[in-house]
């Protein structure tokens, strides 16, 4: 049986322009190829769990324009479910800026349109959705209150509670509380903690503040170095990365998140979960843009069987 996947969050365009480097603050410079890329944490996070295998449903806001049924076609290709994504016809959908220099690294921009619509209502009219999922996977690109709603109906049913606190912003306890698996990376690490990141000691301590705070398992994404996880029954450990030449960092860390979750969907250790997730996250960095970069089951597997990535999917571009 296939693994339930339950995604609550943002839809976006991403609008993307490769240039030599990131521009500085009132700098202008020139780019060379530019791309309409379907993009939003959550529909990245759910068309990578797709891709890997997943049952995937998507409940979302979108503007009542041509982006919205762009991003509603490239859903359903991918064979995800959006009965419950909602059109506003007062709010554009979600646009995302996004600058990619030649080191693959990224600056993004986004304005959230619709997204910021969501409402509890809109999450509550999905509960049977969120009831009948084995993981929910949520981010921050919605309202907070939209976020806190979804998670209370998971636990009320027993469904396991991942969240992506991107972009990096405090967090009320009540939601915390909530919260099975925390996926931060170290900014918003240091954001939730006020706890430096850069050492074993460091990383120790901060997880120790949010496993403190009721979460019951923190994995912080440290790129290149892979992960450290910590939960309420084990110490923390590292989880290795897989060496790779980024081309574009975009939605890997999406990329990550929906690797964990399938295979914790699946009734994997936590640990084996980020293994997953880490190979997932690798492949998405070899390739360009955000769903379109997301790795197939197939090309995870390969990886973490040890086979090279440039056998997997070629010369990386």
């Known amino acids: 049986m296939r693994p339930r996947i339950a995604v609550v969050g943002s839809l976006n365009m991403d609008l993307v322009i490769r240039a030599e480097h990131i521009p500085e603050p009132g700098e202008t410079i020139l780019g060379s190829d530019f791309q309409t890329i379907p993009g939003g944490k959550g529909a990245n996070q ?182 450290y996880i910590a939960s309420q029954e084990q110490k923390g450990q590292f989880s290795r990365a897989f060496t790779i030449d980024p081309v574009d960092t975009t939605a890997a860390g999406d990329a990550f998140v929906a690797g964990l979750a399938v295979h914790l969907a699946e009734g994997h250790s936590l640990e084996q979960a980020v293994t997953w997730g880490n190979a997932a996250g690798a492949l998405a960095a070899l390739r360009f843009g955000a769903q379109t970069s997301a790795p197939s089951r197939e090309e995870v597997e390969k990886l973490i069987a040890g086979v090279e990535p440039e056998k997997i999917i070629g010369k990386a571009r």
């Open 46 to 227: 759910a068309v990578a769990a797709a891709r890997l295998g997943a049952e995937v449903s998507m409940v979302g806001g979108l503007g009542n324009d041509s982006f919205a049924e762009i991003l509603l076609d490239n859903l359903a290709a991918y064979g995800i479910s959006t009965s419950h994504v909602i059109k506003d016809a007062l709010a554009p959908s979600g646009v995302a800026l996004i600058v990619v220099d030649e080191a693959g690294e990224n600056s993004i921009v986004v304005a959230s349109g619709a997204n910021m619509q969501v409402s509890e209502a809109d999450v509550e009219a999905a509960e049977a959705v969120i009831a009948g999922a084995d993981v929910l996977i949520l981010q921050l690109e919605i309202p907070l209150v939209a976020v806190q709603r979804a998670a209370q109906i998971a636990a009320d049913h027993g469904v396991q509670v991942l969240l992506n606190p991107a972009p990096a912003r405090e967090l009320p306890a009540e939601l915390l509380t909530l919260v099975d698996v925390l996926i931060p990376n170290e900014t918003e690490t240091a954001l939730l903690t006020g706890q430096r990141t850069d050492s074993d000691t460091s990383l120790e301590e901060a997880t120790q503040k949010l496993l403190k705070q009721g979460v019951g398992a923190v994995v912080i994404t440290l790129g290149k170095n892979g992960a």
